[in-house]
């Protein structure tokens, strides 16, 4: 009953200000050619583009494992030919993606498959077209999530900077740790040591959660007694 509960508050959960500024910030960034793959194109040219396991990994990152989901609006096959043998399928999908504050967005993808036995054919395709349309819609968010590799600027600036073998500024997971640290800093109160996060209790929740790593002593609101540290009344516990 309370995971009903809980999945029916999914779309009406707010973000708090802190959330809201770090999740801006990392979906402003553009992708490094670490986040990227690459497979043949038109004319004898490279095309890059998000791997789907690498957006739903960014995706993560960024909103937390639990900030967003995503749907099967529709899922339709175009076309099953039997052809020399093989099952030819085609098969069109929309996914909507919805953060935990109800912003949502939706795109359609596309999938194909050649296959002896239909049902493989079948099954691949709509995995393919799910996937597609998943990481199309997850683009619409930002750069971070694969917008920007339909900036052709950025990406030959990419391909210069692999070939001199020097290093990108773009987003890196490294990058989402420390924009996380810096934007969820309220204020450090003189009574705390230097390496103390003061936030409130929802920001300390979501630190704890999506920052593993994070070097400095969390405190929230509720560590606090009119501005004493909670340490001070260790010894009266």
């Not at 508050?9 to 793959?37: C, M, P, T, Y």
């Amino acid at each position: 009953k309370m995971a009903q509960e809980e999945s029916s508050l999914f779309g009406h959960l707010e973000w708090s200000d802190s959330e809201r500024l770090v999740i801006q910030r990392l979906l402003e960034n553009k992708l490094d050619e670490s986040h990227l793959a690459v497979r043949p194109g038109a004319g004898g040219s490279n095309f890059a583009y998000v791997e789907s396991w690498k957006a739903i990994e960014l995706a993560n990152s960024i909103f937390g494992f639990s900030g967003w989901s995503s749907s099967i609006i529709d899922i339709t096959p175009d076309y099953v030919l039997k052809e020399s043998g093989k099952f030819k399928v085609g098969v069109t999908a929309v996914v909507k993606v919805m953060l935990k504050d109800g912003t949502y967005h939706e795109d359609v993808g596309y999938g194909t498959c050649e296959n002896r036995n239909q049902g493989t054919a079948i099954e691949n395709a709509k995995k393919e077209a799910v996937s597609d349309a998943r990481k199309r819609a997850l683009r619409c968010f930002g750069n971070a999530l694969g917008n920007c590799i339909y900036d052709k600027e950025h990406i030959k600036d990419i391909k210069k900077v692999k070939r001199k073998g020097g290093a990108t500024e773009n987003v890196t997971y490294e990058m989402i740790r420390m924009a996380q640290d810096d934007s969820m800093i309220d204020m450090v109160d003189n009574s705390y040591p230097p390496d103390t996060m003061l936030v409130s209790r929802d920001e300390s929740q979501y630190l704890q959660t999506n920052m593993p790593n994070n070097n400095k002593r969390i405190h929230s609101e509720m560590d606090e007694f009119e501005g004493i540290p909670a340490e001070a009344f260790a010894n009266f516990e």
